[in-house]
């Protein structure tokens, strides 16, 4: 019986990456967008949250098949920092300029 080769560790190593950019960082950045998205949307503070967190259900899914979609792993975390730390910064604005408490 012929035994099958083990994936590189190379491999290995690059889906855990993407594991670890699909979940940890995914729920952060899905958080951060869900935030930014109930304080902004014109309506209700309860319609507002509603809606919004029923959208981070499709956005936390969209991200992370963009994740495993990708090519690049480096890519991958790069958009991922980025637009973690850019929205983040967008809600912190929002939270010092006041807007809806």
């Not at 967190?53 to 790069?78: C, D, Q």
């Amino acid at each position: 019986m012929a035994s099958r080769a083990s994936p590189a560790p190379r491999y290995r190593l690059a889906v855990a990456s993407r594991v670890l950019a699909a979940i940890p960082l995914n729920y952060a950045l899905t958080a951060i967008a869900t935030a930014l998205l109930a304080r902004h949307l014109p309506l209700s503070r309860a319609e507002a949250t509603i809606a919004a967190t029923l959208t981070s259900f499709l956005i936390f899914a969209l991200i992370a098949m963009a994740i495993f979609h990708a090519r690049s792993t480096a890519k991958v975390w790069l958009w991922m920092v980025g637009s973690t730390a850019l929205l983040g910064g967008l809600l912190a604005l929002s939270l010092q300029l006041g807007g809806r408490a």
